[in-house]
């Protein structure tokens, strides 16, 4: 069956440093990827979106890698600030064809200041 | 900026009884959607609805739910005979476009208490 995993674990960091959070893939041949931030008690909100044919995208601060080869995304914060403290949800379409949009289980950051 | 809007933002049931959860989605949206968050656990997708219709649901969206779009702008979910498990924040959002495939737009969430 179709798999998301995220580290589970929380990551904690230093503020200014790089977070980098990991989303690997099994049984999926995913067109393209997302990554939402979650603030306990809120819904996701919408991050950034990669295409299988893009090995990069960026945004602001924000940059996410994708290797189809690995079944691999990579997210990254640069700069951190304490105001990036929040779960991020990495999320792929089910093969099913339809709308249907399976979430990972998130990994939560805290940045120290 | 346009948003999506749930309420109530806590519904309180009694075990046995009929809730209906109710979203506005953005006015220009095509494609929403219905998912679940139990307390600590992941966000999990029910269903989404496109064209008037259910376009893909999962192994929990059982008889028990129901979705409905009654006019231009309401979409809600039914769930009957509610059950403790039942219990979960219910998030709807929505969608705009296929070139945009699948970004979606959340609502604050509705807290669902069964007791």
């Known amino acids: 069956s179709q798999k998301i995993e995220q580290n589970s674990e929380a990551l904690n960091i230093q503020e200014g440093k790089t977070a980098t959070l990991t989303c690997n893939y099994t049984?999926?041949?995913?067109?393209?990827l997302q990554w939402y931030r979650q603030d306990p008690g809120r819904g996701p909100v919408f991050l950034l979106l990669?295409?299988?044919?893009?090995k990069e995208k960026r945004k602001e601060r924000l940059k996410v890698t994708f290797d189809t080869t690995l079944k691999q995304s990579l997210f990254h914060i640069t700069a951190s600030q304490p105001a990036d403290s929040a779960t991020y949800l990495c999320?792929?379409?089910?093969?099913?064809?339809?709308?249907?949009?399976?979430f990972g289980a998130g990994t939560r950051l805290f940045v120290k200041a | 900026e346009p948003e999506v809007t749930q309420t109530p933002s806590h519904q309180v049931t009694q075990m046995g009884q009929e809730v209906i959860l109710r979203c506005v989605p953005i006015?220009?949206?095509?494609?929403f959607y219905w998912y679940r968050q139990i307390l600590g656990q992941k966000v999990e997708f029910l269903v989404s609805?496109?064209?008037?219709?259910?376009?893909?649901k999962s192994e929990i969206f059982d008889d028990q739910f129901s979705v409905e779009r009654p006019d231009g702008s309401n979409f809600t979910l039914k769930i009957r005979s509610t059950k403790l498990e039942d219990s979960a924040m219910y998030f709807c959002?929505?969608?705009?476009?296929?070139?945009?495939?699948?970004?979606?737009?959340f609502g604050a969430g509705t807290r669902l208490s069964v007791l």
């Open positions: 049984n999926y041949s995913p067109a393209y």
């Open positions: 006015s220009n949206h095509l494609y």
């Open positions: 959002a929505s969608g705009s476009n296929i070139l945009a495939k699948n970004i979606q737009y």
């Open positions: 609805f496109y064209n008037n219709e259910i376009s893909e």
């Open positions: 990669i295409r299988e044919n893009e």
């Open positions: 999320a792929l379409d089910s093969d099913t064809g339809g709308f249907k949009t399976i």
